[in-house]
């Protein structure tokens, strides 16, 4: 089995509405873990795997500043994820623009044919 590409494991943790929550929460600056943790009815041992899930897949780095080991969001993976979904809008739009074109040829070949 092959090893999934970046790309997969940032799709893979974004899967989960929580740990996109988090990443949301993370985007509007660094946070604990019980800051984190805060808006959810789930433990705090759930937590700390929804955060070891999204590091693992590069989204966040954990740092210790004295007793807290504060959370901060790493953008790179969701750049790749922005440049594979504008990539993909373009093939797409580039196939429906060819099947319009096509189309267009096709109504105007029977309305010339009438």
């Not at 210790?64 to 093939?91: G, K, M, S």
Request: glycine share 4%.
């Amino acid at each position: 089995m092959a090893l999934p590409s970046t790309l997969d494991r940032t799709l893979d943790a974004l899967a989960d509405p929580t740990r996109r929550a988090i990443v949301a929460r993370l985007a509007e600056g660094d946070a604990g873990v019980n800051e984190l943790a805060a808006p959810f009815a789930i433990s705090l041992p759930a937590i700390s795997r929804h955060l070891k899930v999204l590091e693992q897949a590069g989204l966040i780095t954990r740092t210790r500043d004295a007793q807290r080991r504060p959370c901060r969001l790493r953008v790179e993976p969701l750049i790749e994820i922005a440049h594979w979904a504008d990539h993909t809008r373009a093939a797409w739009e580039q196939r429906l623009d060819r099947l319009g074109a096509y189309l267009d040829t096709q109504h105007e070949q029977k309305r010339d044919s009438k």
